[in-house]
């Protein structure tokens, strides 16, 4: 039995802190796209293209970064993240055309898949045990940010245009600094002990490799169901709004808003409720549990009644990512990067072609119709029957990397 280590709660809040300033600075992107779609006469088609770009270039990288994330640890690794975050602010700040436009969304894609990989084993390093909520911790600073976007976009970027995002610039060379600082506090405590603590659930059963990676295949597919819907709502609901309910742009981004914050309190008690009952019950009820919410949506003629859903179907979605992540972690506690990378990176950029594929069906349909159809992606958490059940230690065991 060994002693269960102390959560280091200041890096937890330091890197959940970035976390949320990163993300404010992705979620700026589908925040604008009302005014980019009048300013540049963009097609639904170009919108979903946008996105689909932004996720592709941090499916593409984030893996590979995991991997490599696993094998070597820099204290460099995050603060390169902000200088390509950076670079893309500066481009989409001054862009003439979509080209540009373009550019400056891939150069942000790389960013954060750099950021996130390393970020999450920051999180796992700090959890003293507790990897639900350190992983909730992480993760709710960056759905806090990713709902502020939207915000900061109606407060700054509309009434200034594209130019107020050098104001972001700032914020990315802050980042970079302070992420040479937490990158520097992983790398010497990976020195200093080779036992880091682990969680306290475990499957009850020994499985073989092909199980375990056909485990992993449905937790991804859970959290690419879980990613394809959010990024829908996330790319598409103020379209909803203003076409239906007819309110301003400013009106539906707040909306948005309203729908992206309401995962902050989903995913902390997602983690919380992870921790000391399992995972598995929290996958089940976050999944499924949502899709009677979701399926009822586009039926509601109510603008009141609709905020309200959204509020419902953001939290308990959330609750499942934390759950989600840790969960697979637990299967396969030596690759922690090479997971996160794939989480965050590859499920993301899956959720972005879907995301493209509803733009140029919107051009074809109605934005009404992608939301019917949207809504039955919860369904898909069914398959969380044929995750193996996990059992609750006495002890938090040691495993020698992280």
Request: aromatic fraction near 14%.
């Amino acid at each position: 039995m060994t002693k269960k280590t102390d959560i280091a709660f200041s890096i937890l809040f330091a890197i959940s802190f970035c976390h949320l300033l990163n993300d404010i600075m992705q979620s700026m992107i589908p925040a604008i796209y009302p005014s980019l779609k009048s300013d540049f006469g963009l097609t639904f088609a170009q919108i979903g293209a946008i996105t689909l770009v932004l996720q592709f270039t941090s499916s593409v990288v984030q893996p590979v970064v995991g991997f490599y994330a696993d094998k070597h640890h820099h204290w460099w690794q995050l603060s390169v993240s902000m200088i390509f975050t950076l670079t893309g602010i500066l481009t989409l700040s001054v862009a003439q055309n979509y080209p540009m436009i373009l550019m400056a969304v891939i150069l942000m894609g790389c960013g954060s898949s750099i950021f996130h990989p390393q970020a999450s084993q920051v999180a796992q390093v700090a959890s003293g045990g507790q990897k639900g909520l350190a992983q909730s911790i992480f993760q709710v600073g960056g759905n806090a940010g990713y709902s502020s976007g939207p915000l900061l976009a109606a407060l700054i970027i509309i009434p200034n245009g594209l130019s107020g995002l050098r104001w972001l610039a700032l914020i990315a060379i802050s980042l970079s600094i302070l992420l040479g600082f937490i990158g520097k506090w992983l790398v010497r405590e990976l020195k200093e002990t080779h036992k880091k603590a682990t969680s306290r659930w475990s499957t009850v059963e020994q499985y073989s490799r092909k199980k375990i990676l056909f485990f992993i295949f449905v937790l991804f597919m859970l959290m690419f169901s879980k990613n394809f819907y959010t990024s829908s709502m996330t790319n598409y609901f103020t379209f909803y709004l203003i076409d239906k309910f007819e309110v301003s742009v400013r009106v539906a981004q707040i909306c948005l808003f309203i729908f992206l914050f309401s995962q902050v309190i989903g995913t902390i008690v997602g983690g919380i409720v992870g921790d000391r009952y399992g995972r598995k019950y929290v996958i089940w009820f976050s999944i499924l549990g949502a899709a009677p919410f979701t399926i009822a949506l586009p039926y509601i003629n109510s603008f009141a009644l609709t905020i309200g859903l959204t509020i419902v179907i953001g939290t308990i979605m959330a609750s499942a990512f934390s759950a989600i992540l840790v969960y697979a972690t637990d299967l396969t506690p030596q690759h922690t990067g090479t997971i996160a990378g794939l989480f965050y990176g590859l499920s993301f950029g899956l959720a972005g072609l879907g995301s493209s594929f509803f733009g140029w069906l919107a051009d074809q349909t109605s934005i009404f119709y992608i939301f019917k159809i949207s809504t039955l992606l919860p369904l898909l958490g069914i398959i969380a029957f044929y995750l193996p059940k996990m059992k609750k230690e006495t002890a938090v065991e040691a495993t020698e990397t992280v």
